[in-house]
């Protein structure tokens, strides 16, 4: 393959990146100018280095990122996905919070948890595919801006592979609390 005469943006360098990874793939100087068909080993590098930076800020501000916060995610994700795509609404169903016709009291507590580890679980894969899109030539071109929302979403991918567990079922459980009128039994 010739040698890439135009110089690579980070977006370009981005897209390679996450194509690789896709494919199980390192991300490295040399497999990313290979992916671009060249480009300068300085400049890949110091790109390269840029988003280590930015994957290192995204985990410390997913540490920011409480269950409490996720919890709120979910509920208020899967409310606006009751006016969404049938995927959306499967996931939705699928928790108990569509819209305002819950069926938590059709659910018993382990099923309503697990339904919202599973809605959890599907706002996590969404983040990752959110940030693919974000780099789909496709849909449009790539700016600095979208590298600021990949890097909250992957905060967002993050904290919620990484989330006390306890900490979430416990918002889960007063939730179901709450919408079987059960609190004051919780309280007694």
Known sequence: MAPRETQVTQVEVRRAVLGLEREGKSPTINSVRERLGGGSTKILGEILKEQKYMETDAVRLASGITAQDLFDVIVREISFAANSSERA???????????????????????????????????????????????????????????????????FSYAARNVDRKELTLEFVEDWLDMNDLEQCAEA
């Open 89 to 155: 609404k499967a996931a939705a169903s699928l928790a108990g919070y569509f819209g305002m016709s819950h069926n938590a009291k059709l659910m018993s507590l382990r099923q309503f948890v697990d339904a919202g580890f599973i809605a959890l679980s599907q706002l996590e894969e969404d983040a990752e595919i959110r940030i693919a899109d974000l780099y789909d030539p496709a849909n449009h071109e790539g700016d600095k801006q979208e590298l600021n929302q990949e890097m909250w979403l992957r905060a």
